[in-house]
């Protein structure tokens, strides 16, 4: 029921408002009464439902040597992860530890509908995060967390021939950036987390194409951001 509402408001709000009524349902109409060492302290292993988005800027190409950057349409797609980490207590209310992420493929398609139609599929193939995730306890039942750290990403790029209308000339590159995120972190009881979490990846490196054989113009594709909201759940051992 908790889970249904709070992925009911991801469809309506903005992130901040969900983490404001997150709070303000969760203090006034639940409470778990657990030991908190049992669900924000040692190893955990969660699994996770992923947003991502482009929105318009976020993501441009240049054709050849022109400095004119084309930006791409927005887009979503959802994508599943994991992750895997672990927490340390630092005080009575702040703990910190490294965490590991994957997540698997999603494809998101770039499009340029006012300049051409030209239509760039993105596949990420595997994304990897690794970093640092710290907590602020707010109280027995919510904890503020926040991560940042490095993120290695495999992408295959491919557009679609306008004279076919299939993907051609695919390329495959790795890119490398950083991320950063910030959440709240439900207890659940039993060990048992439940994170809602906002982040932005941002791509420190572009992709360069060269002419295609389909006529498409040599390129170079820049990805400055991908946002992304996730929902995971988590167990601690």
Avoid: C
Avoid at 143 to 166: I, M, P, R, W
Wanted: proline share 1%; charged share 20%; net charge neutral.
């Amino acid at each position: 029921m908790i889970l249904m509402i709070i992925t009911k408001l991801i469809n309506q709000l903005n992130f901040i408002r969900i983490i404001l009524l997150s709070v303000i349902f969760l203090n006034s109409q639940i409470s778990f009464a657990q030991d908190s060492n049992k669900w924000n302290e040692g190893t955990y292993l969660g699994t996770s439902l992923i947003f991502n988005s482009i929105k318009n800027g976020d993501a441009y190409y240049n054709n050849g040597s022109s400095s004119t950057a084309i930006n791409y349409n927005p887009d979503k797609e959802k994508s599943k992860g994991i992750k895997i980490g672990y927490n340390k207590l630092l005080t009575n209310n702040i703990f910190a530890g490294p965490e590991f992420f994957y997540s698997k493929e999603k494809s998101l398609d770039f499009n340029d509908e006012g300049n051409g139609g030209i239509t760039d599929t993105i596949r990420f193939m595997n994304n990897y995060n690794i970093g640092l995730r710290g907590g602020y306890i707010i109280n027995e039942d919510i904890a503020l967390v926040l991560g940042v750290g490095f993120s290695n990403q495999k992408v295959e790029t491919s557009h679609v021939s306008s004279s076919s209308g299939v993907d051609v000339d695919h390329q495959l590159n790795t890119l490398r950036g950083r991320y950063r995120n910030l959440g709240l972190l439900f207890n659940l009881g039993s060990s048992y987390n439940l994170e809602i979490s906002h982040q932005i990846n941002s791509i420190d490196e572009s992709i360069s194409k060269d002419q295609a054989a389909s006529g498409r113009l040599a390129h170079t594709i820049t990805i400055g951001k991908i946002k992304s909201t996730s929902i995971t759940l988590s167990k601690f051992f």
